[in-house]
T-cell receptor, first 112, second 109 residues
Framework: KAGVTQTPRYLIKTRGQQVTLSCSPI?????VSWYQQTPGQGLQFLFE???????NKGNFPGRFSGRQFSNSRSEMNVSTLELGDSALYLC???????????FGPGTRLTVL | GQSLEQPSEVTAVEGAIVQINCTYQ??????LSWYQQHDGGAPTFLSY????GLEETGRFSSFLSRSDSYGYLLLQELQMKDSASYFC??????????FGTGTQLKVEL
């Protein structure tokens, strides 16, 4: 069974731009969660989607948003990029609630 | 809120046994997970404890005491490839994982 895939793997943007990251979960997994990882803040939860509905949201500004499609694929969008948004963005999928989460390879975003 | 504490760094020699502790304070708790992350890589799931006791998976074991809000990851027969960061994480409400700050494990010859 294929693992979680994320595209693109690397991205360079400039301040003020917006970016969309994509995540395809493991087949059969209906929950997709997004995390931001930085050296200073560690791994932080952004939000979680299940059956196209956002079920949980972390403490991030409204510039961070996401959505999930009927095939469970998910996208996250960051608008008006700031230098501090440079991070590794990780997507994780699980079968349902409180199940083990499996991570994708991440998208490394650099904001210049 | 939720907070998890684990040592920042642990060093051990190849072939040894090492224990990484994790204490947590949470407002909701479904279970404690452990993830391994090599430099530049993604977190890889190692183990999950929902109930008190020991879970064993090959060279790795994980323990949970819900009454003490404490868990640990035990790595046996250490190998050089085990050098990585190890994170404990609490599954809280919904499917949200709250991660500890991570323990950098260095395995030496």
């Amino acid at each position: 069974k294929a693992g979680v895939t994320q595209t693109p793997r690397y991205l360079i943007k400039t301040r003020g731009q917006q970016v969309t990251l994509s995540c395809s979960p493991i087949s059969g997994h209906r929950s997709v969660s997004w995390y931001q990882q930085t050296p200073g803040q560690g791994l932080q939860f952004l939000f979680e989607y299940f059956s196209e509905t956002q079920r949980n949201k972390g403490n991030f500004p409204g510039r961070f948003s996401g959505r999930q499609f009927s095939n469970s694929r998910s996208e996250m969008n960051v608008s008006t990029l700031e230098l501090g948004d440079s991070a590794l963005y990780l997507c994780a999928s699980s079968i349902g609630a409180t199940d083990t989460q499996y991570f994708g390879p991440g998208t490394r975003l650099t904001v210049l | 809120g939720q907070s998890l504490e684990q040592p920042s760094e642990v060093t051990a020699v190849e072939g040894a046994i090492v224990q990484i502790n994790c204490t947590y304070q949470t407002s909701g708790f479904y279970g404690l997970s452990w993830y391994q992350q090599h430099d530049g890589g993604a977190p890889t799931f190692l183990s999950y404890n929902a109930l008190d006791g020991l879970e064993e998976t090959g060279r790795f074991s994980s323990f949970l005491s819900r009454s003490d809000s404490y868990g640990y990851l035990l790595l046996q027969e250490l190998q050089m490839k085990d050098s990585a960061s190890y994170f404990c994480a609490v599954t809280g409400g919904g499917n949200k994982l709250t991660f500890g700050t991570g323990t950098q494990l260095k395995v030496e010859l």
